[in-house]
């Protein structure tokens, strides 16, 4: 007889999931780029970049502070739980969002730092400015797609303490 473990299965469910989310935004970031790129000039892009860098600080800094705030390090420990608390799993569900979130934050931080480098003829050149809007895009979806991430188990949460609230008042069992 076969034991099914569901929690891996979910968890591996959820990780193609976010794994096909952020192939399709590649593919539509790389079309967007490669279409709108030459509209732009580098440094009209670059100008976009600071709105960008202070979004992907801010979804970084928001994270972190959930995280922090659920404190799972119960899971950290020796003595593991057979059941983790709710507010561990929920900690355990926003992590994947924070680490979407780094690598954001890492790319905007590299991609405005090789913008700096990068000499005046190749900032220029139509190729440069399509790869340079495609990777913009790239991290303003991936932004997109974290904040959403990162609201989805939270409404989940709201909805189950209106729910709690609900069977207290008895008018829902």
């Given at each position: 007889m076969?034991?099914?473990?569901t929690?891996?299965?979910?968890?591996?469910r959820?990780?193609?999931?976010r794994?096909?989310?952020l192939?399709?935004l590649?593919?539509?970031?790389?079309?967007?780029?490669?279409?709108?790129?030459p509209?732009?000039?580098?440094?009209?892009?670059r100008?976009?970049?600071g709105?960008?860098?202070?979004?992907?600080a801010?979804?970084?800094?928001?994270?972190?502070?959930?995280?922090?705030?659920?404190?799972?390090?119960?899971?950290?420990s020796?003595?593991v739980?057979?059941?983790?608390?709710?507010?561990?799993?929920?900690a355990f569900?926003?992590?994947?969002?924070l680490?979407?979130?780094?690598?954001?934050?890492?790319?905007?931080l590299l991609?405005l730092?090789?913008?700096?480098?990068?000499?005046r003829?190749?900032?220029?050149?139509?190729?440069?400015?399509?790869?340079?809007?495609?990777?913009?895009?790239?991290?303003?979806?991936?932004e997109?797609?974290?904040l959403?991430?990162?609201?989805?188990?939270?409404?989940r949460v709201?909805?189950?303490?209106?729910r709690?609230?609900?069977?207290?008042?008895?008018t829902?069992?």
């Amino acid at each position: 007889m076969r034991t099914v473990n569901t929690d891996t299965e979910t968890e591996q469910r959820m990780r193609r999931r976010r794994a096909v989310v952020l192939a399709v935004l590649c593919c539509v970031s790389a079309a967007l780029g490669w279409w709108l790129g030459p509209n732009a000039s580098f440094a009209e892009q670059r100008a976009l970049m600071g709105s960008i860098v202070d979004v992907a600080a801010i979804i970084f800094a928001i994270l972190g502070l959930w995280v922090a705030m659920l404190n799972p390090s119960t899971l950290l420990s020796d003595d593991v739980p057979s059941e983790p608390s709710p507010r561990t799993r929920l900690a355990f569900e926003l992590v994947p969002m924070l680490i979407l979130a780094t690598g954001d934050l890492a790319g905007v931080l590299l991609l405005l730092g090789a913008g700096l480098f990068l000499p005046r003829e190749q900032q220029a050149s139509s190729c440069m400015q399509r790869i340079h809007a495609a990777i913009m895009i790239f991290l303003a979806l991936v932004e997109l797609y974290v904040l959403t991430g990162t609201l989805l188990p939270i409404a989940r949460v709201q909805r189950k303490h209106r729910r709690d609230a609900l069977v207290r008042e008895g008018t829902m069992r």
